[in-house]
């Protein structure tokens, strides 16, 4: 996504992991805390993000980390409203930091992927599994699987649900409006306890981010990348072409998975935990991490490091495939990554 000014200059800065986020300091956002005081760093999260941030950056960290995880727009309404006022914060849907927030840089650090993710010990889940990769759709129609989501009001999940239903409703022959077919206003859960309502038996499938089936060791299909929001190579004139719009009036666009976060208040610990988080240094991530981009209004401002993928075995021995109409430059992440960057900071 563009920030919609056009004489904001900006470049790309090839640089690399700590050397490159020690940049972050000069940029003009945000207040200053007193480095020299030792501090607890606050973070606001995505609730996506909580089992990351919890079990992956809270232990790799030298200082005190809190973390704050709810669906992101959530995150945005909290902090525009002064009910939070975090050291650090990260949404899953980088147009949020267009608006509500509005930080003057940000970094976007990484993606995922929509997925449909079930139980396989329950009826439903077992459905499910036999419909698999190409016919999901149809037991959720006959009403034979119990569904969880999350609300579009409140996170960005909740709104690419809707998404990747119209998305598939277009893609597959032999649907059409699975939104009001699959449905209905008592499947909607909070995002920071959707999977744990198969613990509770009271969903048979949700739909999810990739990285929250795998982090919670359930079974889920894999959605194809017409569908899944995933691929850059259909952002611009297929995930585009849906829409949802926030209470708030703003207009979401349909698009690629984007991560990010920016520093609100700069101290020394801050920008050390910010390096951690959003440069892939973490032992072990669940996320699609195809690289990290700054971007800024002032170009002084703008980082980002090399491109990378770091992804855990579960995910990592699933090798990347060429989808249909690539040609091998296009299938090859980084290549795909480099022009997603230009086009988001065009």
């Given at each position: ?21 020690a ?32 079990n ?19 995150v ?64 959720m ?6 569904i ?29 409006s ?12 909070p ?9 509770t ?10 990285n ?76 699609i ?58």
């Open positions: 996504m563009t920030d919609g000014s056009p004489t904001a200059r900006r470049r790309f800065l090839l640089t690399a992991g700590t050397a490159a986020v940049g972050i300091a000069g940029c003009t956002s945000g207040s200053s805390r007193d480095s020299s005081q030792p501090t607890t760093v606050a973070i606001l999260a995505a609730g996506s993000l909580q089992n990351a941030l919890a992956g950056l809270k232990p790799a960290v030298d200082v005190p980390v809190e973390i704050e995880a709810h669906g992101s727009a959530t945005a309404r909290m902090i525009d409203e002064g009910q939070r006022d975090p050291d650090i914060v990260s949404v899953a849907d980088v147009a949020l930091f267009e608006e509500p927030l509005s930080p003057s840089w940000h970094s976007v650090f990484t993606s995922n992927s929509v997925v449909i993710a079930y139980n396989p010990d329950t009826d439903g889940g077992e459905r499910l599994a036999d419909a698999g990769t190409e016919r999901w759709y149809e037991p129609v006959n009403g034979n699987v119990n969880g989501r999350t609300d579009p009001d409140q996170d960005p999940l909740g709104y690419r649900t809707l998404f990747m239903l119209e998305l598939a409703s277009r893609y597959y022959d032999d649907v059409s699975l939104r009001e077919q699959i449905l209905q206003q008592d499947q909607i859960y995002e920071t306890s959707l999977i744990s309502q198969f613990e038996g009271s969903i048979d499938a949700a739909i999810a981010y990739r929250m089936a795998v982090e919670r060791d359930y079974e889920y299909i894999e959605l194809p990348d017409q569908i899944n929001l995933s691929n850059p190579q259909y952002a611009e004139n297929w995930y585009s072409t849906t829409s949802y719009t926030l209470p708030s009036g703003q207009e979401i666009e349909g698009g690629l998975i984007s991560y990010g976060s920016t520093i609100r208040h700069m101290s020394d610990a801050a920008v050390s935990v910010f390096d951690i988080h959003t440069t892939g240094k973490l032992p072990c991530s669940t996320f991490r195809p690289g990290v981009i700054s971007k800024s209004m002032d170009s002084s401002c703008a980082i980002n490091s090399l491109p990378i993928r770091a992804t855990c075995p579960r995910v990592s021995d699933r090798q990347p495939t060429n989808p249909a109409g690539l040609n091998p430059e296009s299938a090859d992440p980084t290549k795909s990554y480099r022009r997603w960057s230009r086009t988001l900071l065009s």
